[in-house]
Nanobody, 126 residues
Framework: QVQLVESGGGLVQAGGSLRLSCAASGLMFSRYDMAWFRQAPRKEREFVAAISWSGDRPAYVDSVKARFTIFRENAKNTVYLQMNSLKPEDTAVYYC???????????????????WGQGTQVTVSS
């Protein structure tokens, strides 16, 4: 049974930092592309960042480039999202997602991922 469990969310002031973690089990993690999405109230789920199974080709939505970093530790079956210079508009539930890696860049669409975590709330106060 595949499980993705996010942690690290919370309340932070604007300009602060948080590191989200997603621990995976029940799959061969090193062969999976991993991604982070977020969903704010009354908005659609939005792509944030993705990293290929090999750890290269990270991709980011424009609004988080130079502020967020996605990285993975295959030995720990964990993918991270380091979030710096947080803004109130980053407030959302953040979801971890995984899909078996294929040739090419990881998908930036929710439909491209088979497995999802339960989400962790990130709230940035102004």
């Amino acid at each position: 049974q595949v499980q993705l469990v996010e942690s690290g969310g919370g309340l932070v002031q604007a300009g602060g930092s948080l590191r989200l973690s997603c621990a995976a089990s029940g799959l061969m993690f090193s062969r999976y592309d991993m991604a982070w999405f977020r969903q704010a109230p009354r908005k659609e789920r939005e792509f944030v960042a993705a990293i290929s199974w090999s750890g290269d080709r990270p991709a980011y939505v424009d609004s988080v480039k130079a502020r967020f970093t996605i990285f993975r530790e295959n030995a720990k079956n964990t993918v991270y999202l380091q979030m710096n210079s947080l803004k109130p508009e980053d407030t959302a539930v953040y979801y971890c997602a995984g899909d078996l890696g294929m040739v090419g860049r990881p998908s930036e669409k929710p439909i491209g991922y088979d497995y999802w975590g339960q989400g962790t709330q990130v709230t940035v106060s102004s």
